[in-house]
């Protein structure tokens, strides 16, 4: 099985500052045919299901606010949100889907400081 | 507009069996592999399996085999979970997710609650 190990666990920043987030995978999850990672990062508010917000690494989904992006490769990545709003509290998830079985990062709590 | 809803709250004793639906609308329910995911209290999310609702074909985590089984009603566009030999670690919410393919579970369930407790 993949390994997804996020860093850190938890983490607080001021409004309108930086976030990053960052997530290891034990194997690559490069598809090398197409040159895209099978990777996503998700958003989980309290009470809420999860949230997509990226794929292939760094592809904000529809709908996503540009202050989110992600970066990496291979197996390392980085979901940063470049200024901090309130609505942004939350847990975030990495995720491969390269190969089964499917597998998540232990999350990582943001909140406001 | 594309959603999932899911079957209410459950509460179940230990060595029960509970079933999980999960009706589709809003796109071409066949179209999409659909995976199950269980979120212990406070825990993180745990991938449990993904089925094709076209053929019915399913995958399962290695921790669940033998007790797990995901089905479809193509008629009802409704998917089904169902989780035998139930123990008190099972406790957990249980969300139905869509995957569109090659990016990731881009719609989910609202989620549903199982209860395991004697």
């Known amino acids: 099985d993949i390994v997804m190990t996020q860093s850190p666990d938890s983490l607080a920043v001021s409004l309108g500052e930086r976030a990053t987030i960052n997530c290891k995978s034990s194997q690559s999850v490069l598809y090398t045919s197409t040159n895209k990672n099978f990777f996503a990062w998700y958003q989980q508010k309290p009470g809420q299901p999860p949230k997509l917000l990226i794929y292939?690494?760094?592809t904000r989904e529809s709908g996503v606010p540009d202050r989110f992006s992600g970066s990496g490769s291979g197996t390392d990545f980085t979901l940063t949100i470049s200024s901090l709003q309130a609505e942004d509290v939350a847990v975030y998830y990495c995720?491969?889907?390269?190969?089964?079985?499917?597998?998540f990062g232990q999350g990582t709590k943001v909140e406001i400081k | 507009q594309v959603q999932l809803v899911q079957s209410g709250a459950e509460v179940k004793k230990p060595g029960a069996s509970v079933k999980v639906s999960c009706k589709a609308s809003?796109?071409?329910?066949?179209?999409?592999?659909m995976h199950w995911v269980r979120q212990a209290p406070g825990q993180g999310l745990e991938w449990m399996g993904i089925?094709?609702?076209?053929?019915?074909?399913?995958s399962y985590a290695q921790k669940f085999q033998g007790r797990v089984t995901m089905t479809r009603d193509t008629s009802t566009s409704t998917l089904y979970m169902e989780l035998s030999s139930l123990r008190s670690e099972d406790t957990a919410v249980y969300y139905c997710?869509?995957?569109?393919?090659?990016?990731?579970?881009?719609?989910w369930g609202q989620g549903t609650t199982v209860t395991v407790s004697s």
């Open positions: 995720q491969q889907y390269y190969s089964s079985p499917w597998t």
């Open positions: 809003g796109y071409t329910f066949t179209s999409y592999y």
């Open positions: 997710a869509r995957y569109r393919v090659y990016y990731g579970l881009d719609v």
């Open positions: 089925i094709n609702p076209s053929g019915g074909s399913t």
């Open positions: 292939w690494a760094s």
